[in-house]
């Protein structure tokens, strides 16, 4: 069974450094494009990074230049690097990946980043 698990959230304050991982238990193969988004209680979710398959990146404004987003296939594993923190990054991060034949998109339960001093 397809599974995305996050992990690495926490508690940071403003301009500190956190780095998300998201485990497909062995699944990488599957998938194509892949993502990171985050919500808060009052708003939608928001695209916040993605990779394709090939390795190409996109990134939300917000995040662009602080954020990386990085795939490694022989740990089955998705990153997202987060540098100098604010705290309008406070959020609840997914991780997504969509099924390479079927379209598909599984997402994960969500970590949550907190950001305050």
């Known amino acids: 069974q397809v599974q995305l698990v996050e992990s690495g959230g926490g508690s940071v304050q403003p301009g500190g450094s956190l780095r998300l991982s998201c485990d497909t238990s062995g699944s990488m193969s599957i998938f194509g494009a892949m993502g990171w988004y985050r919500q808060t209680p009052r708003a939608q979710r928001e695209l916040v990074a993605t990779i394709s398959r090939a390795g190409s990146t996109m990134y939300g404004g917000a995040v662009k230049g602080r954020f990386t987003i990085s795939r490694d296939s022989s740990k089955g594993a998705l990153y997202l690097q987060m540098n100098s923190l604010q705290p309008d990054d406070t959020a609840v991060y997914y991780c997504?990946?969509?099924?390479?034949?079927?379209?598909?998109?599984?997402w994960g339960q969500g970590t949550q980043v907190t950001v305050d001093s």
């Open positions: 997504n990946a969509e099924h390479l034949w079927t379209t598909r998109v599984y």
